[in-house]
């Protein structure tokens, strides 16, 4: 219920970051959430996220994040079939410069995996409980009410009714998504273009849904080499209900088809043939999905010289990610925490407010975005522009790092730290990160998948 005496924001967008940019509001104002599609009631499909039909993980320094938002929110999706998976301990996986990873269970990094319509539903549960956020589905934001000095509102549309409506607000948040207009709005209230920088390597997702041939398996996951383009990747995501998510990807010239009957020979035809060995003898339980918007775009929002009070523009609609790196939710999650944060130390109704919290969410973005392009840049056809020197001697020492954490547990918790936005990319320069890479040998590299003799067996008797 709303209190008078209470501020007021709008959210545009009820997917992940919009809910958790109400969630990080809900203790500072009174939240409606503007969302355009009809809101399924559990772990179900829905039309504005067809990205979420492949495989999702959440990273540790999303599930720290989300925790910090939500409390128990992880152990909750647990008890609902989730899982916290420990990296590398749970996970078998190849890295793009073709080396495959020792299975330490020395870190500390834990993956959550499940499916994205679960992730979706339990967080859409928890943020909607609190009457303090209201949800009018069916609608879409037209445009913004105000200047260039000030937003002070939302004009809306609703599937119903041909005319517009103003709602007035103390702050709107745009967590459209990559379809955001947000740029747009902000020329039509006389603000100048908002610079932009894509990076498409033009990957191609297939998904196809499989039974489980055995309980407790390990994610498997061999990613692409840009070295060695077209790059061609695929992971098995074990999820609740006892299947397997399988995403397969390839780059121009080396895409996925929808086609069932090609699925397992593109499996078997990756880097290694591990994850077509794995599904050969699996039974389906759906047809292919596939995904062709997937390239990185960054809005830097933050480089305008002005920005009005009461606006600001949070996940997909600053960067889309391409999902294959799975920093989105992360980065989403990471980004709500600083909004919270800043709403409880600093107030975000003040003058200059919103665009001080602007600037201060790009560095989560910044981070992730750094992560994916010094491996997308390499594809040929993916940015409009080479990569520079500096970016292929970080590409180069990052190789290096990989090399090193698969063979030494120390130097792949580092790697883990920025893998998964825990920690800055700066920790890569750390004594161990740089002992073992410029001096240590440490273990051999494994030949292959490091599977277990129980685990290959259980899906030959499952099979």
């Known amino acids: 219920m709303s209190d008078a005496s209470r501020p007021t924001a709008v959210v545009i967008g009820a997917g992940m970051s919009g809910l958790l940019a109400a969630a990080a509001l809900v203790g500072h104002a009174d939240v409606t959430l503007i969302e355009r599609d009809t809101l399924p009631a559990g772990p179900e499909p829905r039309r504005g996220v067809p990205q979420a039909r492949h495989a999702h993980l959440v990273w540790t320094g999303g599930v720290t994040a989300l925790n910090t938002l939500l409390p128990g929110l992880t152990e909750e999706l647990v008890a609902r079939g ?41 967080t859409r549960e928890r943020v909607l409980a609190d009457p303090r956020i209201t949800l009018r589905q069916d609608t879409t934001a037209a445009r913004l009410a105000g200047d260039a000095v000030r937003v002070t509102g939302v004009h809306l549309r609703t599937s119903v009714r041909e005319t517009e409506e103003c709602l007035a607000a103390d702050l709107v948040v745009d967590a459209s998504g990559r379809g955001s207009r947000a740029p747009h709005w902000l020329e039509e209230l006389g603000l100048p273009a908002v610079p932009e920088r894509r990076v498409d390597a033009g990957v191609v997702y ?62 078997l035809g990756l880097g290694d043939p591990v994850i077509g060995e794995l599904i050969r003898a699996a039974e389906p339980l759906s047809d292919v999905a596939t995904t062709r918007s997937t390239g990185n775009r960054r809005r830097y929002f933050e480089g305008l010289g002005c920005w009005p009070d009461g606006f600001l523009v949070m996940g997909d609609a600053v960067a889309g990610f391409n999902p294959v790196y799975g920093h989105g939710i992360t980065v989403a999650a990471q980004c709500a925490v600083i909004l919270r944060d800043y709403a409880a130390k600093r107030g975000v109704f003040r003058p200059g407010s919103a665009r001080r919290l602007q600037k201060l969410l790009t560095r989560p973005v910044a981070a992730a975005w750094d992560l994916a392009i010094g491996q997308d840049i390499f594809y040929p056809g993916a940015a409009d522009r080479s990569a520079t020197r500096v970016e292929r001697v970080l590409a180069a020492f990052v190789d290096r790092a990989v090399a090193a954490g698969a063979r030494d547990p120390r130097a792949l918790e580092v790697l883990l730290d920025v893998m998964s936005l825990s920690r800055p990319a700066v920790r890569l320069l750390s004594p161990g990160m740089l002992l073992p890479v410029l001096f240590g040998r440490g273990r051999p590299f494994v030949s292959g998948a490091p599977l277990t003799v129980e685990e290959w067996g259980a899906v030959v008797r499952q099979g």
Do not use: Y
């Open 206 to 267: 297939a998904t196809r849904v499989f039974k489980a041939p055995a309980p407790g398996f390990p994610l498997v996951n061999v990613q692409a080499n840009p070295a060695t383009a077209p790059g061609r990747g695929g992971i098995i995501l074990p999820v609740e209900d006892g299947r397997w998510i399988v995403t397969l990807s390839g780059t121009r010239g080396g895409e996925p088809t929808g086609d069932p009957d090609a699925f397992i020979d593109f499996a």
């Open 82 to 122: 989730a899982r916290l998976a420990h990296i590398m301990g749970d996970m078998v996986s190849r890295a793009p410069n073709e080396i495959w990873f020792r299975r330490f269970t020395s870190t500390p990094h834990r993956n959550l995996a499940c499916s994205r319509d679960l992730l979706d539903a339990v």
